[in-house]
C-alpha cells in the first residue's frame, strides 16, 4: 500500500530553519506531483509548496515565496521542505501529499495520497 512518512518536524526560534522530509512507498514516485500542506490549531488546511514531477516547476504560497524551497529527489522516493527564516505564523501541522493528476496544485482534492503529518512550532 501507499505509505507517505513526514518527518523532521520540532520545536524552534524565530528566524531559524527546519527541513521537513517526506519519504515515499508502494507508488512510481516519480510519476507524482508532490506537495506540502499545513493546518494550524483553529484555521483550514492550506496549500505550501508544490513539485511537479519533472522537477522542472514548482509553486509556493505567497506567504512562503523566499523562505521555503520544495525539492525532490526520485533516486530516494523523497521530496523535502526547506523552511528559513521561520515565524510564529508558520506553526502548524505539515503534511505531505501526492497526486498522480494534479489540475489544481493548490486544493487538497487534487491530491490522492497523504502523510500523517508534523508538527512545526516555531518560538518567538
Known amino acids: 500500500q501507499v505509505q507517505l512518512v513526514e518527518s523532521g518536524g520540532g520545536l524552534v526560534q524565530a528566524g531559524g530553519s527546519l527541513r521537513l522530509s517526506c519519504a515515499a512507498s508502494?507508488?512510481?514516485?516519480?510519476?507524482?506531483?508532490m506537495g506540502w500542506f499545513r493546518q494550524a490549531p483553529g484555521k483550514e488546511r492550506e496549500f505550501v509548496a508544490a513539485?511537479?514531477?519533472?522537477?522542472?516547476?514548482?509553486y509556493y504560497a505567497d506567504s512562503v515565496k523566499g523562505r521555503f524551497t520544495i525539492p525532490r529527489d526520485n533516486t530516494k522516493n523523497t521530496v523535502y521542505l526547506q523552511m528559513d527564516n521561520l515565524n510564529s505564523e508558520d506553526t502548524a501541522v505539515y503534511s505531505c501529499a501526492a497526486g498522480r493528476r494534479v489540475i489544481f496544485r493548490t486544493s487538497a482534492r487534487s491530491y490522492e495520497y497523504w502523510g500523517q503529518g508534523t508538527q512545526v512550532t516555531v518560538s518567538s
Open positions: 508502494g507508488l512510481t514516485f516519480s510519476a507524482y506531483t
Open positions: 513539485i511537479s514531477l519533472s522537477y522542472s516547476s514548482t
